[in-house]
């Protein structure tokens, strides 16, 4: 059974890009969190998906988007890089929205310049 | 809201000691808690969760913690370390009804020593 996927793994972007992060989640899983993690703020919750709808969000500006598709796949937006959005994109994806059983994937990396 | 506190932003024990990783949290009703587990260049693993069936849960790798209301407190134990278990070991909260939104702690990185 496959896990978590997403891609890239590494990206290196310049300020004032954008980004997408794509999330591919566990066969079945309906559910898709995204998490940042810096080694200032640990580990921040960005939204919850489920059923394409967005369920959560976290305390994130509005560069900061999201979105999930009816195959439950979903990717994650950034747009206007700053230096302070470098970190560690992880996905997380769950059987349903408050299942609380959370699969993490292995994360997207990404570095800003 | 809901928050944790994990103490010991390192922790070093010998290889077959007791690990004793500690989280308190802090919440108005009945949380959900867990505990995972980030090795190097990796996503996060559960190794166990509280959901108020049992006050003492046991997880993977011989990992088990206990939740005591009384002391807000649900500390993460292991009777002997292995040096596979090194790795950093982060204590999450979420209310029951909350989703998937979890509430991490800032993290205890656990060394093994030989």
């Known amino acids: 059974k496959a896990g978590v996927t997403q891609t890239p793994r590494y990206l290196i972007k310049t300020r004032g890009q954008q980004v997408t992060l794509s999330c591919s989640p566990i066969?079945?899983?309906?559910?898709v969190s995204w998490y940042q993690q810096t080694p200032g703020q640990g580990l921040q919750f960005l939204f919850e998906y489920f059923s394409e709808t967005q369920r959560n969000k976290g305390n994130f500006p509005g560069r900061f988007s999201g979105r999930q598709f009816s195959n439950s796949r979903s990717e994650m937006n950034v747009s206007t890089l700053e230096l302070g959005d470098s970190a560690l994109y992880l996905c997380?994806?769950?059987?349903?929205?408050?299942?609380?059983?959370?699969?993490f994937g292995a994360g997207s990396r990404l570095t800003v310049l | 809201a809901q928050s944790v506190t994990q103490l010991g932003s390192h922790v070093s024990v010998s290889e077959g000691a007791l690990v004793l990783l500690r989280c308190n949290y802090s919440s108005s009703v009945p949380p959900y808690l867990f505990w995972y587990v980030q090795y190097p260049n990796q996503g996060l693993q559960l190794l166990l969760k509280y959901t108020s069936a049992a006050t003492l849960v046991k997880g993977i790798n011989g990992f088990e913690a206990e939740f005591k209301k009384s002391e807000t407190s649900f500390h993460l134990t292991k009777p002997s370390a292995h040096m596979s278990d090194a790795a950093e070991y982060f204590c999450a909260v979420s209310a029951a009804g909350g989703g998937n939104k979890l509430t991490f702690g800032t993290g205890t990185q656990l060394k093994v020593e030989l």
């Open positions: 066969s079945g899983h309906r559910s």
């Open positions: 997380a994806s769950s059987l349903s929205a408050g299942a609380n059983v959370l699969t």
